[in-house]
């Protein structure tokens, strides 16, 4: 499978995040604790939205994230207030550039952890059912993009998490339609560049990892004597496949068959429910 990791706040340096925690993506891209595979090589990619940007930028690979010098070099120069990274451990489809995450198609960005089971039985109906206008702009070959398109086609610009449960209802009834008994697992985090959504659902109800950081003004309060604390905006949010590192109460459980939206004033977290297409 995969890790990924959204954070959404006040501009920071990309390697704040991605380089320095103690358990960091980086880090996570040989020594993962909480995915199926330990080490995820098989490419990956970062997408950020500049200074009145409308649109992301996405740089992606195909070596592994932890010997890149091209992302080193980026990271540490890059300054942006939403961003997603995302480190590839394939699970099946072609390890190339236009498969690595994250996906872009105008302003929004989609990544994904986990799999549409028996993809291959599939594939063709779920491609079938992308909007022609929105077909030609599908280059890779992974059920992730498909995923993405097929939440676009079903609405994702005026009602994501609708969309995103549509999505989930027709790969569910497709892959029942195939004799396939639990067709979906997936994490999935999606961007407009405003608001972050973050899903975390499995057909089995047994859904891989993912987390969300404790408010900055609940960590100080709790650990007044971390300098790093006091340098952190307020409204700084991170969602994460697994936890950066181990200070006490930074991470919160997404529950199962459960999505948060992170957006200006209040976050929310929502049970999620697939929806007939």
């Not at 994250?102 to 989609?110: A, D, I, L, T, V």
């Not at 109800?205 to 900055?216: D, E, I, K, N, Q």
């Amino acid at each position: 499978m995969c890790r990924w990791l959204a954070y959404s706040g006040a501009p920071v340096l990309l390697d704040t995040i991605l380089y320095k925690p103690e358990h960091s993506l980086i880090d996570q891209s040989l020594h993962a604790r909480m995915g199926v595979e330990t080490t995820n090589g098989d490419g990956f990619g970062v997408g950020w939205y500049g200074p009145h940007m409308e649109t992301p930028a996405v740089v992606r690979e195909i070596g592994p994230a932890w010997s890149d010098r091209n992302l080193r070099e980026i990271a540490a120069h890059v300054r942006s207030s939403l961003f997603f990274a995302h480190i590839r451990a394939s699970t099946g489809s072609a390890v190339q550039q236009t498969n690595c995450h994250p996906f872009r198609h105008g302003r929004w960005m989609w990544m994904h952890n986990g799999a549409i089971d028996e993809f291959h039985l599939s594939r063709r109906e779920l491609a079938l059912a992308v909007d022609p206008s929105l077909y030609p702009y599908i280059e890779g070959s992974t059920d992730s993009e498909m995923m993405f398109f097929l939440a676009l086609t079903l609405g994702l610009e005026d009602d994501p998490p609708g969309a995103v449960a549509r999505m989930v209802g027709m790969i569910e009834r497709t892959g029942h339609d195939h004799g396939v008994e639990y067709p979906l697992q997936m994490t999935v985090a999606v961007t407009d560049g405003r608001r972050l959504w973050a899903f975390r659902y499995s057909s089995q109800g047994a859904s891989r990892s993912l987390y969300y950081s404790t408010r900055v003004e609940t960590l100080r309060a709790l650990h007044p004597d971390l300098a790093f604390l006091r340098n952190m905006s307020e409204d700084a949010r991170l969602i994460v496949s697994e936890p950066l590192g181990g200070l006490p109460g930074a991470w919160n459980k997404v529950p199962e068959s459960s999505y948060g939206v992170v957006q200006p004033g209040e976050d929310a977290l929502l049970p999620f429910v697939p929806q007939p297409a």
